[in-house]
């Protein structure tokens, strides 16, 4: 138990040692604004399924800037109606990051995960709108680390030593499937693909997802938006 935390601190201390080089300066979060974006789809049934009869797509746009210009960016979708209440929460919920480093992230990502997740009021809520306004907070965030490297986020995951990705989880609701020590033991067997898998994402890119088979699309309409995507070279399932 004892070494198993000792391991923990060894890993997060190598990477500051690693990276501290690269951050010549602290940035700190001086401002998050949340933008509620909805476009009217029920008006022609785009989106729609069985159980979504009427959506309205929409997201959450959080926009966290720092104050030395750095801007992190996340996007959270809902089919309408919810969007206020993620509004509300990621509006409550920043009050808790407002303020301080981003370096303090960039050092220990799991503390700030634990200081919105563990909150000892607010985890009361659980699952649902609570974890997914905490979600817009933290993609925000790592997309703004991102930035500090001038990087693209894909970019920084693949370029983290495994040990630091694997400290960067939450394993108390995962150990049962997957253990700390498995992740390692597989993050670093699947580094040697790494040269090669990056080659690949760089000339071809990643898998987009697209759907055409809405309740407000005809038949013939949806086979013309297949079409559409073929026409783009672009493979479609």
């Not at 509004?87 to 301080?100: E, T």
């Not at 990705?165 to 790494?194: G, Q």
């Not at 697209?210 to 013309?224: N, P, R, V, Y």
């Amino acid at each position: 138990f004892f070494l198993k935390y000792i391991w923990r601190f060894a890993s997060g201390f190598r990477f500051l040692k690693h990276h501290c080089k690269k951050i010549p300066f602290m940035s700190k979060i001086i401002d998050i604004e949340i933008i509620d974006l909805r476009v009217p789809t029920s008006d022609t049934l785009q989106g729609s399924d069985p159980f979504h009869k009427k959506p309205n797509y929409s997201c959450v746009l959080t926009r966290i800037n720092t104050d030395d210009g750095l801007l992190g960016l996340s996007v959270n979708f809902s089919a309408g109606a919810g969007n206020d209440w993620l509004a509300y929460g990621v509006r409550d919920l920043s009050r808790l990051i407002l303020g301080r480093d981003l370096e303090e992230f960039i050092g220990d990502p799991i503390s700030f995960y634990r200081l919105l997740i563990d909150h000892h009021q607010l985890r009361w809520l659980a699952d649902g709108v609570a974890r997914m306004a905490i979600g817009s907070i933290l993609n925000a965030l790592w997309d703004l680390w991102a930035k500090t490297e001038k990087k693209p986020l894909w970019k920084l995951l693949v370029d983290l030593p495994p040990e630091r990705i694997v400290h960067s989880i939450d394993w108390r609701y995962l150990r049962d499937a997957l253990t700390p020590e498995e992740a390692l033991e597989r993050l670093k067997n699947a580094r040697s693909k790494r040269t090669a898998q990056e080659k690949h994402v760089i000339q071809e890119g990643v898998k987009a997802y697209s759907t055409a088979g809405w309740l407000g699309l005809t038949d013939q309409e949806i086979f013309e938006t297949i079409e559409d995507v073929w026409d783009e070279c672009l493979d479609c399932l």
